[in-house]
């Protein structure tokens, strides 16, 4: 299945995914995602509380991760996993005689619910039918590229980046009350892809359309006029010749002999 508003091949979904299954962190215990694609990125700045949100919630660094196709037995054997021991020691009252939870929130979502706004306009960059989680923290992550070298140009992460997560799961009260993804305030950029910007991008024609423009309007006018700047000179160096063969000497015929003077 090959992910919506994506250049990246299914050969090259499959390849990053086998090559980087979701795992746990030897060293630390962490789980660290298989490359996921990251939508509402904030990580250089924290988002803010929203309309609806707890009077006492913090603003909070976090990011939406879309799984690619084929991590599912990754996503159930590990990540559910982990939210399950979770809501086992958190919320006891709360499992049935079945085994099952109850009354406790997922923080699994279908990519689907994500890809209309409540208006129903399109957010790209989400994929019906494969799994995202919200992964949140309250310090700010450290976002480094696959040599280890860190990342200040915020310009490097967006919505539509791969990126590989640390988690973790953490329980959480309120009215409603449920175990969510923490990101372990580390971030790996793994592959640039198409950007998304959340919401589709609108049709100018739709935009504009009805603005109306006196056709004898001069547009250069209306601006002052002001002529174009000359384009800059070339910022490169001026050419240096390396190796400059040397010139050949110029051809001078011999002197004629006595002999060939006298014929």
Not at 148 to 176: C, F, M, T
Request: hydrophobic letters at 40%.
């Amino acid at each position: 299945m090959p992910m919506m508003h994506s250049r990246m091949t299914d050969e090259w979904l499959a390849a990053v995914v086998r090559g980087n299954p979701i795992r746990i962190a030897e060293k630390t215990g962490n789980i660290i995602t298989c490359p996921v694609r990251l939508q509402y990125v904030n990580v250089f700045k924290p988002a803010q509380a929203q309309e609806g949100d707890s009077p006492d919630k913090k603003p909070s660094y976090n990011v939406v991760a879309c799984f690619p196709p084929g991590v599912e037995a990754g996503i159930q054997n590990i990540m559910q996993a982990a939210i399950h021991a979770e809501e086992r020691k958190s919320f006891p009252n709360n499992f049935g005689p079945d085994g099952r939870s109850f009354g406790l929130k997922s923080p699994f979502r279908d990519q689907r619910e994500k890809s209309r706004t409540r208006e129903g306009k399109e957010v790209k960059g989400f994929t019906p039918g494969l799994m995202c989680i919200t992964a949140s923290t309250l310090v700010k992550p450290s976002v480094i590229d696959v040599a280890w070298n860190p990342i200040v140009d915020e310009s490097r992460l967006y919505a539509g980046v791969w990126a590989i997560l640390a988690l973790n799961v953490y329980p959480y009260k309120n009215k409603i009350s449920g175990v969510n993804f923490g990101l372990q305030q580390n971030i790996m950029i793994f592959a640039d892809d198409e950007k998304t910007g959340g919401r589709a991008a609108s049709n100018p024609k739709d935009d504009f359309d009805g603005v109306q423009i006196d056709q004898a309007y001069n547009p250069a006018a209306g601006f002052g006029n002001t002529p174009a700047a000359a384009p800059p000179g070339s910022i490169m160096p001026p050419a240096q010749v390396v190796y400059q063969p040397p010139a050949a000497p110029a051809w001078t015929p011999p002197a004629p002999t006595a002999e060939e003077s006298f014929w």
